[in-house]
């Protein structure tokens, strides 16, 4: 079984839909959860972060966390064309981010 | 926001030769850069941790002396891919610690094609 699951999609969907996106973990030693947005042919860059159990809203997007059940979730309210993208979750044991696992990246096309 | 360059963004080279890429901090100091490796539709795969000032740590299954790390500044680390072949053609991510989360900054990336 891998650290980190995600369905690697493609997901489409219509502009203004609400798109969730899903991760699954083993570790119970993650505690501090990271989303992350990939452009093609670009580096990631962080959307949200999160440590330990709870949600985290900034703007569209809405981070949560059940450790309980190993299960990070990334909803996007009002999605765009823009945020046409591969989500990358990420997870680590320590703060110091010493070991971030990936998971494989779910792909994602907002269709106007 | 912090900023992590990478150069070059794209480099093909004949196999056998050696390719150096370089990983800058430009607006933070980055005691702590990171090495990943992107194949296309999978996940990065950590290669390295690279310390300032110290012997870069490399995940297992990562050759060492095909894959040089050196971190000679608090903004600065470079990867030397070493007798490259057409196997290594992949993308290459470089990340920097820093921010007030202590977060990975990534740079855009470097593809390398080993014909």
């Known amino acids: 079984q891998k650290e980190v699951e995600q369905d690697p999609g493609p997901l489409s969907v219509p502009e203004g839909a609400i798109v969730s996106l899903n991760c699954t973990y083993s570790n119970s030693a993650f505690q501090y959860f990271m989303w992350y947005r990939q452009y093609s042919r670009k580096g990631p860059e962080l959307l949200m972060y999160?440590?330990?159990?709870g949600n985290k809203e900034d703007g569209r997007f809405t981070a949560q966390v059940d450790k309980s059940s190993k299960y990070i979730s990334l909803f996007i309210r009002d999605s765009q064309p823009s945020d046409s993208a591969t989500y990358l979750c990420a997870m680590s044991a320590g703060a110091s981010y010493d070991k971030v696992i990936f998971g494989p990246g779910t792909s994602l096309s907002v269709i106007p | 926001g912090a900023v992590v360059s990478q150069h070059p963004s794209r480099v093909i080279c004949k196999s056998g030769t050696s390719v150096k890429i370089e990983c800058r901090s430009l607006d933070f100091q980055a005691t702590t850069m990171f090495w990943y490796r992107q194949f296309p539709k999978q996940s990065l795969m950590l290669m390295a941790t690279s310390n300032e000032g110290s012997k870069a740590t490399y995940e297992q299954g990562v050759e060492k002396d095909k894959f040089l790390i050196n971190h000679a500044s608090l903004t600065l680390s470079t990867l030397t891919v070493t007798s490259a072949h057409p196997e290594d053609s992949s993308f290459y991510i470089c990340?920097?610690?820093?921010?007030?989360?202590?977060?990975?900054?990534f740079g855009p990336g470097t593809r390398l094609t080993v014909l």
């Open positions: 999160t440590y330990s159990s």
């Open positions: 990340s920097a610690r820093g921010g007030i989360y202590n977060e990975q900054f």
